[in-house]
């Protein structure tokens, strides 16, 4: 079976119900997916997307936001490369005032027993077993 990949937007229209008839479209299609009659794929990329756009043009909170996201990332049915990485990654952003793609890039550095990082970003500060240097 052919692999398709999803965009930000499709995610959007299904989250939003913004645009009702874009909305049943986008239904359709996860319902199909979960019945195994079509396979999907995403990114990581999409779902950094996802996440900024919903809090940023959305204005949606952060507490629904990571509901939202984890849902998505949590299906079974939906190929995401580093999907492990992610949903870590929304477990720390949940607990942590930091964003999102701090969360994530704090996660890869411990999936790779990565102990320091260069940064100017303070909130790294916070982050236990992670040590921030500025060069």
Request: glycine share 2%; net charge negative.
């Amino acid at each position: 079976m052919e692999i398709k990949f999803v965009d930000a937007n499709i995610f959007l229209r299904y989250l939003t119900k913004d645009d009702p008839s874009k909305y049943e479209s986008c239904l359709t299609l996860f319902k199909d997916a979960i019945e195994s009659k079509i396979a999907l794929a995403t990114s990581g990329i999409v779902i950094a997307e996802l996440i900024w756009t919903l809090l940023s043009y959305y204005k949606a909170p952060k507490a629904e936001v990571i509901e939202k996201i984890s849902i998505i990332v949590a299906t079974d049915k939906l190929f995401i490369p580093d999907k492990e990485i992610i949903s870590d990654a929304l477990l720390l952003y949940g607990i942590k005032n930091i964003d999102y793609i701090d969360a994530y890039n704090v996660v890869l550095m411990r999936s790779h027993d990565l102990k320091s990082i260069y940064s100017y970003d303070e909130d790294f500060n916070a982050i236990e077993g992670i040590k921030r240097e500025e060069p």
